[in-house]
């Protein structure tokens, strides 16, 4: 980046390390923590989205919509979400080829599932073989999204239908006895008052959303965990800079940057957690 | 079916290194996968088992330390604390792995009387221990802010009481604060321990070597997708494992929880249920 980076192996000392942290890899190192960032704000309305979805499917009056939503809702409890991490971006990848085979390609006859193969004919083929580069990391990004709106949506869908049933029920009933519909109950008592219930699950969820966003990596996106282990593996005199193991000082570059998102968050549940327990007859209220 | 029993011996153990030493690699069948996958769950219970076993003792004292109002003493438990529920588990295994790795060579005797076994700095790198560190440090910091939350929560009218019948220090905790701070944490530890299980499954993503393709559930689950480019059946068999076992931690977390509760009046007891505010660590 700089002049003098030309021969990197005349350079010592803080000469040296400014020009190895500005290298074209570095600079796609830095580049993935926008990627992070980006996930991070894209998944979050997201999953508030698949949430909302879930639970208010899982109070509908609809006997199969509430069993679908209340089995989205449960299913997490039970599975741990690094299965779903894994199977739904190649599950949503198959699914979509299959469609478009169907559609595209309705004359080839033979059988999509052949042994161990997944065969659809080259139309079908999502992205398309002569797609560009980009369009590869787009769609696999999207797949991921799309799996961490589905999961965190399930999380998400649990704190807002806790929070949903936390509203008193006179409230509703109120609303009844003035002639309010089912509709108007849910949207002018139901949803404007259930934030407050929800407020504690929803931060804490934030908290889990950002530890788990080094997931990315198992999906095959070029983040910032694939980084620290490319750039911090040894390098022999081969390359421009070389350097024994420095993985570890690179996951402790992570670990720094992720303890200090949650700094933030932890800081702000803190102050309220202390907000609330002012005045309650326990060992944090006595003390305040 | 009766290749169904052979299988079961073949690979029953394989996670372990008994057993048929080649993983199936074509025409898998579906028993092949209950059984593999069912043999990487010992992997997972015992991570979760251990993990939590030693966990549990850590957490407490870890709570108590937060707790405490020496700085000295509520300083480290803080920054341990924090260090560990601030980071992603998954950073956390490269991170220690990477650490472990960089350790120098070392052996050292230790002799029982009848055996000698030498430990050495090597086992770190290898997931039986050094995963299992990682785990056993994680779960005692959620736990510990969880107990450290309950013992906030004891109600002050029982440390009157205490004081009042002459209860102090080691005893006073014993006989009131630590079974009223275990009672109110209940429901919450039986969701960390839920996690805990959940979280073994990331063990063998990480730096740590699945040797001799030794894995866990997950590790043998990958495998099979990739082998049969078929997700749709090793993952819900994965799925229909840890929903087995998280109902059988539910189970014994719910007995234990009857035990913590004994002495109230029956319509003062808490059923132990998963709370919806609860669900997230």
């Known amino acids: 980046m700089f002049s003098y980076c030309t021969d990197p192996k005349t350079l010592e000392g803080l000469m040296w390390l400014s020009c190895y942290v500005t ?9 993935s923590f926008f990627v992070v960032m980006g996930l991070l704000s894209l998944a979050a309305p997201l999953a508030m989205a698949f949430g909302f979805a879930g639970a208010t499917a899982a109070r ?6 509430r069993a679908f939503g209340k089995g989205y809702l449960a299913m997490i409890r039970g599975i741990p979400d690094i299965v779903f991490f894994l199977f739904i971006p190649i599950a949503l990848d198959q699914a979509f080829e299959y469609l478009r085979h169907k559609v595209l390609c309705s004359d080839v006859t033979e059988a999509v599932r052949q042994g161990n193969d997944f065969v659809v004919c080259a139309a079908a083929k999502l992205p398309l073989n002569t797609a560009s580069e980009w369009v590869h990391d787009i769609y696999g990004f999207s797949l991921a999204l799309l799996a961490f709106g589905f999961v965190f949506g399930a999380f998400a869908g649990n704190v807002l239908s806790g929070a949903m049933g936390a509203v008193p029920k006179a409230q509703i009933e109120t609303g009844e006895a003035y002639g309010f519909s089912s509709t108007q109950i849910f949207k002018r008592i139901l949803i404007p008052q259930m934030w407050i219930y929800a407020l504690p699950g929803l931060s804490n969820l934030w908290m889990i959303l950002i530890k788990a966003t080094p997931l ?9 965990v694939y980084w620290a282990k490319e750039l911090g593996g040894i390098k022999t005199g081969v390359y421009e800079y070389p350097h024994p193991d420095w993985r570890a000082w690179y996951f402790g570059v992570l ?32 003390e305040v | 079916m009766s290749s169904c029993f052979q299988t079961l011996s073949d690979y029953g153990l394989r996670s372990i290194g008994y057993g048929e030493r080649l993983l199936p690699k074509a025409d898998i ?42 700085f000295l003493l509520n300083a480290p438990c803080r920054a341990f604390i924090f260090i560990f529920r601030g980071s992603p ?25 009848f055996l000698v076994v030498t430990v050495e700095t090597r086992w770190l790198t290898k997931a039986w221990l050094g995963a299992l560190i990682v785990l056993f440090f994680n779960t005692s910091a959620y736990a510990g802010e969880i107990f450290y939350g309950a013992l906030r929560a004891v109600p002050s009218q029982d440390l009157e009481s205490a004081d009042a ?17 275990l009672r109110l944490a209940w429901p919450s530890y039986t969701n960390e321990a839920i996690f805990m299980f959940h979280a073994t499954t990331l063990v ?7 040797w001799q393709q030794k894995g866990d559930a997950i590790y043998y689950a990958s495998y099979f997708a990739d082998k049969t480019f078929n997700p749709f059946v090793p993952y819900p068999i994965v799925g229909f494992y840890f929903i087995l076992l998280t109902l059988i931690i539910i189970g014994l977390f719910g007995l234990i929880n009857r035990q913590l509760n004994k002495h109230l009046p029956t319509n003062e007891r808490k059923r132990l249920k998963i709370n919806k505010y609860n669900l997230i660590r």
């Open chain 1, 23 to 31: 290298t074209a890899k570095h600079m796609s190192f830095y580049y």
């Open chain 1, 60 to 65: 509908s009056s609809l006997k199969i919509v």
């Open chain 1, 216 to 224: 990315l990596f198992l999906l095959g996106i070029e983040d910032i």
């Open chain 1, 255 to 286: 670990m720094i940057f992720y303890l200090s998102l949650t700094y933030l968050s932890q800081s702000v549940l803190d102050k309220l957690s202390t907000r609330l327990s002012k005045g309650q007859a326990t060992m944090a209220g006595k």
């Open chain 2, 29 to 70: 069948t579906l028993c092949e996968q209950f059984v593999l996958i069912g043999s990487g769950m010992i992997w997972n219970i015992y991570f979760a088992m251990l993990a939590l076993l030693f966990g549990f003792f850590f957490a407490t004292v870890l709570a108590l330390g937060k707790n405490s109002k020496l």
């Open chain 2, 89 to 113: 588990l998954f950073i956390q295994f490269f991170f220690a792995y990477d650490l472990f790795v960089l350790l120098p060579r070392l052996g050292v005797d230790i002799d029982f009387g």
């Open chain 2, 165 to 181: 019948f002459g209860f102090t220090g080691i005893k006073k905790f014993r006989r009131i604060i630590w079974p009223t701070m």
């Open chain 2, 204 to 210: 063998f993503f990480t730096g740590f070597p699945a």
